[in-house]
């Protein structure tokens, strides 16, 4: 599975931006799409994901009611929507895809596409 990550960019604190990971290579119904972030001197943590078959997502604490997940089959891609962002959001974006299940444990993910910038400004 190659995942190809885009949509990071400089955005004042409350605005929005949409993330993308195009997603190629296997049939990925079976598999969850991670969204994991990294800021600066901390370790990576995750953010969202949802499974391909049934769209079921997940968020962590600190997102939810300001990030929406999406998916769309026939594109292979899946679509963060980041509204009301904070300074604290600022970091790399990573997509990845796990091999069966959806989880907030990025060991479980197989495979990750590249990092996209996501920088907020107070």
């Known amino acids: 599975v190659q995942l190809q990550a885009s949509g990071g960019g400089l955005v004042q604190a409350g605005g929005s931006l949409r993330l993308s990971c195009a997603a190629s290579g296997r049939t990925l119904s079976r598999y969850g799409m991670g969204w994991f972030r990294q800021a600066p001197g901390k370790e990576r943590e995750f953010v969202a994901g949802?499974?391909?078959?049934?769209?079921?997502?997940y968020y962590r604490d600190s997102v939810k009611g300001r990030f929406t997940i999406s998916s769309d089959n026939a594109k292979n891609t899946v679509y963060p929507q980041m509204n009301s962002l904070k300074p604290e959001d600022t970091a790399v974006y990573y997509c990845a895809a796990s091999n069966g299940r959806l989880t907030d444990d990025e060991r479980e993910y197989d495979y990750w596409g590249q990092g996209t910038q996501v920088t907020v400004s107070s």
């Open positions: 949802i499974t391909w078959n049934d769209s079921i997502t």
